[in-house]
């Protein structure tokens, strides 16, 4: 068995792990961050770990289309897509538990996430509200942040 390198500490061996873990669906992130990047002038930020795109700079103007769509971030592996940099500072908290939740599930989260919206919808619930996954990335918005 292969043994970890001695430079490497356990903690950042698993960081890398959950990394390459989640990487195609960073990929996917990448891929519909770059027509935004390249055409429609967003900006990308790295910001604790993850990379942020944010297709307006401060908020979204309110004449725009984005500012009637029923979501304001998609989060995809470590990519963040959002509508503005305003939403994307509102909604980290929430956004970064679905960083950890694709570091947890990898590419099957993205068959996860939508089977339990259906399993939501189908036990009488909102497909979006009632999604297992939303209701643990808002419980996480309101739990105190590591102080490490």
């Given amino acids: 068995m292969a043994e970890l390198s001695p430079s490497l500490s356990p903690s950042l ?12 669906c960073s990929a ?3 891929l519909a ?3 935004l990047l390249l055409f429609a002038g967003a900006q990308l930020r790295r910001i604790e770990g993850r990379l942020e795109v944010a297709l307006f700079q401060g908020e979204t103007p309110r004449h725009s289309v984005w500012a009637r769509m029923p979501f304001s971030a998609l989060t995809l592996g470590h990519v963040i897509l ?3 940099e305003a939403e994307l500072a509102r909604l980290r908290r929430h956004e970064q538990a ?18 339990a919206s259906l399993l939501a919808a189908l036990r009488g619930g909102h ?7 939303e209701v643990q990335a808002r419980l996480e ?3 105190p942040r590591d102080s490490g």
């Fill in 82 to 84: 959002g509508c503005s």
């Fill in 98 to 115: 679905h960083v950890r939740q694709y570091e947890r599930w990898g590419v099957l989260f993205l068959l996860a996430y939508p089977a």
């Fill in 141 to 143: 918005e309101e739990w």
């Fill in 13 to 24: 061996s698993l960081k890398m792990l959950k990394t390459l873990w989640a990487a195609p």
């Fill in 28 to 30: 996917l992130g990448l």
């Fill in 33 to 35: 961050a770059l027509p």
């Fill in 127 to 133: 497909f979006y509200r009632d999604n297992c996954f």
